[in-house]
């Protein structure tokens, strides 16, 4: 995709959703490494039900290691593979008070030492929580990049790279939100919703869906 192409594109999604973020709830940088550590094949909403009964009671490494593996199950059993989850959070926790104060690191390689925190959930933390012009590439932004042509890859990380180079700098901050929520509710899988899309022209995917009367 050509760079005036993509300028117009983010210029685009912009306008639409001048300040995207993410829909998971949280308020510090600890309960979003926690929220985006439980949303691995999980939805954001059933993510979020389970915090907002989780995050009053524990929202602080002390707090969940207080809680413990069994303790911390019960507020997240209703999300998928929460056995290991809640072990990965509970030994993050132990290591963010033993070796960061407590505190959720700022830098890539401290966030992927931590259990259950890999590229993707490290870039969403330094993105959401920190300002880092960092791309997490899910399946959403995954399956855009690939059908609009904008940094099409055979892999997570060549979707990634590509990204970091094709999406203009003053839009690399927030470009993450863009393309995962555009994925989520107008690029969808099964049946992209083409006719109310507002990049449809500058897009290059060949099976777009018709609108009224085929077009």
Not at 25 to 32: D, G, M, Q, V
Not at 167 to 174: G, I, S
Request: glycine share 6%; aromatic share 6%; with cysteine.
């Amino acid at each position: 995709m050509k760079l005036a192409d993509r300028q117009e594109l983010f210029s685009r999604l912009a306008e639409l959703n001048p300040k995207p973020t993410t829909e998971l709830e949280y308020s510090t940088p600890f309960e979003l490494l926690v929220a985006v550590t439980l949303s691995a094949q999980a939805t954001d909403v059933g993510v979020n039900k389970a915090t907002r009964r989780l995050f009053p009671v524990a929202n602080t490494p002390q707090a969940i290691l207080a809680l413990g593996e069994e303790g911390l199950k019960s507020y997240i059993s209703t999300i998928g593979l929460y056995n290991a989850k809640a072990a990965n959070v509970v030994a993050a926790c132990r290591i963010l008070v033993e070796k960061h104060g407590g505190e959720v690191p700022r830098d890539r390689e401290s966030l992927e030492a931590l259990p259950g925190v890999g590229r993707k959930t490290a870039n969403v933390v330094l993105n959401t929580a920190f300002g880092e012009p960092t791309i997490a590439v899910d399946t959403h932004i995954f399956r855009v990049a690939n059908r609009t042509g904008l940094a099409p890859g055979k892999t997570v990380r060549a979707v990634e790279d590509k990204l970091m180079k094709a999406v203009p700098a003053q839009y690399r901050l927030d470009a993450h939100h863009w393309l995962i929520l555009h994925g989520r509710y107008v690029c969808k899988a099964r049946k992209p919703d083409c006719p109310n899309c507002v990049i449809r022209d500058l897009c290059r995917y060949r099976d777009k869906t018709p609108g009224p009367a085929g077009r």
